[in-house]
């Protein structure tokens, strides 16, 4: 099923892929896609979403609990997930794993 981006999602199983798949008459690259995982962004756990969201919310920026939001933090970067000097939602924390891996055909 081909969406608005002209992707189509695919499962394999197992840890190689095809270069290509044919898909009725057209022949389409297959490439490796990985999700990032779903974070709040009111408490920044991973999960689930802002709407849902039943914690206590944290800033963004320096981590501290119910104190102010993130646009007007003056506090150094503190990211509580892997305690290093970085915002909570980088991507470059250690303790973001992607998901499993998905495979685009395009």
């Known amino acids: ?3 608005s981006s002209n ?3 695919l499962t394999f199983f197992g840890f ?3 270069d290509r798949v044919n898909i009725g008459p057209i ?3 297959v490439r490796r896609f990985i999700s990032h995982p779903l974070q ?3 408490c920044y756990s991973y999960g689930h979403g802002k709407s849902s969201c039943k914690e206590a919310s944290q800033c963004g920026n320096c981590s ?3 104190s102010h939001p993130e646009e007007h933090c003056n506090a150094a970067a503190y990211c509580f997930h892997c305690r290093d000097a970085h915002q909570v939602r980088s991507r ?3 303790n973001v794993s992607p998901g499993a891996g ?3 055909a395009c």
């Open 1 to 3: 099923m081909r969406n």
């Open 92 to 94: 470059q924390c250690p």
């Open 27 to 29: 022949n389409l690259r």
């Open 7 to 9: 992707m189509v999602f």
């Open 102 to 104: 998905y495979f685009t």
């Open 40 to 42: 709040c962004l009111s």
């Open 64 to 66: 501290a609990l119910d």
């Open 16 to 18: 190689t892929f095809p």
